[in-house]
């Protein structure tokens, strides 16, 4: 279970890295903040960190659904249907806000 929750933490920070480029200028000006330009940086980077969140989502997903056909000694972490519950729910959250900052630079010009 700990490679699931690391692996989730993991695509979720990647996801946040790869819309650095784009997020990073406009939180600058509305914090009233100069240089957001800097984050346009990370723009030749994000299918990098992209797919690197897709591939840290991957492994959740593989890593969750791998534990429930696993039977589980009793006791375990695993063996709790509330906790295997939470952590699905957990790494569906991860996945759709994942994919929110992914794909952040396409639908942007129509939220803002």
Excluded: N
Excluded at 30 to 54: D, V
């Amino acid at each position: 279970m700990r490679k699931t929750v690391a692996a989730t933490t993991a695509a979720v920070g990647a996801a946040v890295v790869s819309a650095l480029c784009c997020v990073g200028p406009l939180v600058a000006v509305f914090l009233g903040l100069s240089g957001a330009g800097l984050a346009g940086t990370f723009e030749p980077l994000r299918p990098y960190f992209a797919a690197g969140a897709g591939i840290a989502l991957a492994a959740g997903h593989a890593g969750l659904y791998r534990e429930d056909r696993k039977a589980c000694q009793p006791g375990a972490l695993c063996a709790d249907a509330r906790t295997r519950r939470r952590m699905r729910v957990v790494l569906w959250i991860a996945t759709a806000v994942a994919a929110a900052f992914v794909t952040f630079p396409y639908w942007s010009r129509f939220a803002f």
